[in-house]
């Protein structure tokens, strides 16, 4: 039952009065009323939402449909039901989220809704929490804006006549029934209104001192320095520099070092000196906690030449416990405090505002983020994950900083004559493709920008009436469009054209364009969190300021940009076919193992030529040694090998003839083929997904723990199919990065690791000595390490698999202008595109 209040009041109005004046007054505005609200008006807490849906209407009741189900299951454990709380909508008809124009709303109508709501809440006396179920809710009786953030927040709101309440900003419910992963983020929301409706609910506060004098903050720093608490450390930049750094180990108080003002610099040079001395000999002794630490370390270390390295970072914490959930600390804050969101607050000063709030801000992400890994430490020693989050997770932390202080090379005489090359490659493309639009649309006048959507689909379905998939103009529904039989010739043409353009200016734009540093240096922050479906794989992007990009996607025309350093070379090793090596233990697969393990032991057993042998029924002599004939056709061995990369994990006929650019019929016949001869895969399969349902929960080989919250849908089961030998492989590769840079013979100082691409690393080593070849047997000898391996079924002892890795090293090359390629040439550049095989 609803929390009972001493002060409880007669309602004002009988329900049939009530709806009725309501009527009246909507009536003399226009508005049309489907639904109003239920439950007793004499009740404490309101649950507003955005509007009814089809149930509603027809049974003219809020919260009726399956999204009132989701929310009263949510709710009836706190004793909350429709029956003892006052249930409505700021829009009392139907809205959707189709195109149909009836379900549109507009702004002025949207605002008589919202006055009207707030009659209606003038008269419910007893009303002191309401519970606030998306976005127009949310800006109705707040004024914010943002659902997805503002979710999850208490907030003190006016309520009418004056009465001070509190409101609980939660997602519409419809929302988890559309997106099934935002359930548990719903339900501890719905907690909050149990805290709150038992008057237990404390807000954090957190107080910041900021503009401290050169004595404040060294005195401060020094009350941390003797402390043997931890320290939360989060940094600000403006102007690309380190406009201050916010200080913690308190949850509820923090220092900000703000080193200057609105108008100039608020300390002297050697003041100055003495903080930023202060704070790296703290950041030295104590164990430090950031948020997404990876940034604050480079970004420290690129500007200010300063050393940080992040004990507990609770972004890559949170991570570990919870991989498919959000991670950013506003997330974090709703779920491990009771602070209402406040991320925004950063911003606002810029507005007009005084930059003493952006201080302030800066201040309250320090302590929050120590609140939240003081929170988040527990939990992971609680679920016995805390061994490897620290040995392995924040272990490799700090060499994949490394890598992005450091970043590439790059050859900006090549970059810029590739780069003039593909501009006039890309204009010609462009109007190659606008001459076929004029010729299938009979237009000569149209010219639609291949780079819009609105217009390629203006273009595809209205202009031309092409049939494919639905109506998006993206890269799939192309492919449905050209098999379709009544395209014509010259619409297959234009797609085509289209394809190539795409193409093109995708690389001169993602790669050919890509901006360097000041220093010349090609730069990318790695992500140990960025692939939700296989935790454990690094992904890469652009530095927060755009420099730099994506170095794990560079094609090969692109790799020729990156030239090594001075003196120095390119070295790398693969793991072969690794995932599935990982998939032949996990599936019990004998065929497999065997021919895996034969492919190690003389090096030229090729497992493509082999699996394509059995699938096709050719002799293994009889299967082509490449992947593309004389006619740039695939050949069965490529088809083959893309059946083993992606019918693995359960792709279907479609997006292997996809991939693999086959006609339809020809991909489901290796489709069916590839199963017939590995019938383990599916019982695989099935063992995975029975195991996973009964358990909630999966360990790969390293131990890193796939858990997922909601209830376990397609996507999921083919999450839970993929995760172990992609999570495995992708730990595995970080985990050769250090232990290979921490050995003791590699060479220190004339060695480093520079680039992780999927199941491959890439290093830069000097050629003095035997550097290089010293390098490459440390990485070998780690890569090649065994991995133990449990089949999904449990029937034996985990087996040792060692997964053989090819080596290789660049050699010079220069671009030549005529050929338009790079050529071996011994007075040229290393370039991480030009690389051979070599033997130890």
């Not at 639009?437 to 092409?466: G, I, M």
Request: charged share 25%; net charge neutral.
């Amino acid at each position: 039952m609803a929390q009972a209040t001493d002060r409880k009041v007669s309602y004002r109005l009988d329900r049939t009065t009530l709806e009725s004046q309501f009527h009246a007054m909507a009536e003399t505005q226009g508005l049309e009323v489907q639904v109003i609200s239920s439950g007793p008006l004499d009740a404490r807490i309101a649950f507003v939402g955005e509007g009814p849906g089809s149930t509603e209407v027809r049974k003219r009741a809020p919260f009726v449909g399956d999204s009132g189900k989701l929310l009263w299951q949510a709710v009836a454990r706190y004793g909350l039901s429709a029956d003892n709380v006052y249930s409505t909508n700021v829009i009392k008809r139907q809205i959707g989220l189709s195109d149909d124009p009836k379900n549109k709303i507009h702004p002025n109508e949207l605002a008589m809704w919202e006055d009207m709501l707030i009659w209606e809440l003038e008269q419910l006396p007893n009303v002191e929490i309401v519970i606030l179920l998306g976005n127009y809710a949310l800006t109705a009786l707040t004024g914010e804006e943002g659902i997805g953030k503002w979710r999850g927040s208490v907030l003190g709101v006016r309520l009418p006549n004056g009465r001070i309440g509190r409101a609980i900003c939660a997602n519409n419910p419809a929302y988890p029934l559309r997106e099934p992963k935002a359930g548990i983020t719903f339900a501890m929301d719905c907690k909050k209104i149990d805290l709150v409706n038992r008057n237990v609910f404390k807000p954090h506060k957190v107080d910041t001192i900021i503009n401290p004098s050169y004595g404040d903050a060294m005195a401060y720093i020094g009350d941390l320095q003797r402390s043997s608490k931890p320290v939360a450390l989060d940094i600000e930049g403006l102007n690309d520099e380190t406009a201050c750094i916010g200080l913690a180990n308190d949850g509820h108080r923090a220092i900000c070092v703000n080193w200057r003002d609105a108008n100039r610099n608020r300390f002297s040079l050697s003041q100055e000196c003495d903080l930023w001395l202060a704070i790296q000999k703290l950041c030295d002794s104590h164990k430090i906690i950031a948020q997404r630490g990876s940034f604050d370390a480079y970004w420290l270390r690129l500007r200010d030449w300063f050393e940080l390295k992040v004990w507990l970072d609770t972004l890559l914490a949170h991570h570990t416990l919870y991989p498919q959930l959000p991670h950013d600390l506003g997330y974090l804050t709703s779920q491990y405090s009771t602070h209402p969101y406040y991320k925004d607050e950063g911003d606002y000063w810029k507005e007009g505002g005084d930059i003493n709030e952006f201080w302030v801000y800066n201040g309250k992400d320090a302590a929050i983020t120590y609140h939240v890994g003081c929170r988040i430490l527990a939990e992971l020693e609680e679920q016995k994950l805390d061994r490897f989050f620290f040995d392995h997770v924040m272990h490799a932390q700090p060499h994949l900083v490394e890598a992005t202080v450091h970043g590439l090379a790059v050859d900006q005489s090549v970059k810029a004559a590739i780069a003039l090359e593909i501009n006039k490659d890309v204009a010609a493309m462009e109007n190659e493709f606008h001459r076929l639009v004029h010729e299938a649309t009979d237009d000569e006048w149209y010219n639609p920008n291949p780079a819009s959507w609105p217009q390629l689909k203006e273009l595809f379905f209205q202009r031309l009436d092409l049939q494919g998939h639905g109506k998006s103009t993206d890269k799939t529904n192309r492919n449905h469009i050209l098999k379709h039989a009544k395209t014509r010739p010259i619409e297959k043409e234009m797609i085509v054209a289209l394809d190539k353009w795409k193409k093109e200016d995708k690389f001169r734009s993602t790669y050919a364009a890509a901006k360097e540093s000041k220093d010349g240096r090609y730069r990318f922050d790695f992500k140990q969190y960025g692939v939700q479906n296989a935790p454990g794989r690094l992904s890469s992007s652009e530095l927060i300021n755009g420099e730099g990009g994506n170095i794990q996607n560079q094609p090969m025309r692109a790799r020729g940009f990156f030239v090594s350093d001075p003196g120095c070379v390119y070295i790398y090793y693969d793991l072969a076919q690794a995932e599935a090596q990982v998939v032949s233990f996990r599936a019990d697969i004998p065929k497999w193992k065997q021919q895996f393990a034969q492919a190690k032991k003389d090096g030229k057993y090729d497992c493509h030529r082999a699996l394509a042998s059995e699938m096709f029924k050719v002799a293994y002599d009889a299967v082509p040694v490449k992947d593309w004939d004389e006619d740039n056709q695939p050949t069965i061995r490529y088809i083959a090998k893309r059946c083993r990369h992606g019918l693995n994990y359960r792709m279907e006929r479609f997006r292997l003839s996809e991939v693999t650019e086959l006609p339809y019929h020809r991909a489901a016949h290796a489709f069916m083929l590839y199963h017939q001869i590995t019938p383990e895969l599916m019982h695989w399969w099935e063992q995975e997904e029975r195991m996973f349902k009964k358990d909630r929960v999966m360990y790969n080989a390293l131990g890193r723990r796939f858990r997922v919250l909601q209830p376990v849908d397609d996507d999921v089961a083919k999450s839970v199919i993929a995760f172990y030998p992609q999570s495995t492989i992708g730990d595995k590769v970080v985990q050769t990065w250090y232990q290979a840079e921490e050995d003791d013979d590699w060479p220190k100082g004339y060695a480093r690791v520079a680039v992780n691409v999927h199941d491959s690393l890439v290093g830069i080593v000097e050629t003095k000595g035997r550097y290089a070849k010293t390098a490459l047997s440390i990485l070998k000898k780690y890569a090649e390490s065994p991995i133990w391996i449990q089949d999904a079924w449990s029937r034996r002892k985990a087996e040792p698999l060692s997964i053989g890795a090819e080596l290789k090293m660049s050699y010079p090359t220069s671009w030549n202008n005529q050929t338009k390629r790079f050529e071996e040439d011994a007075k040229g550049l290393h370039r991480w595109s030009n690389l051979k095989v070599v033997e130890l």
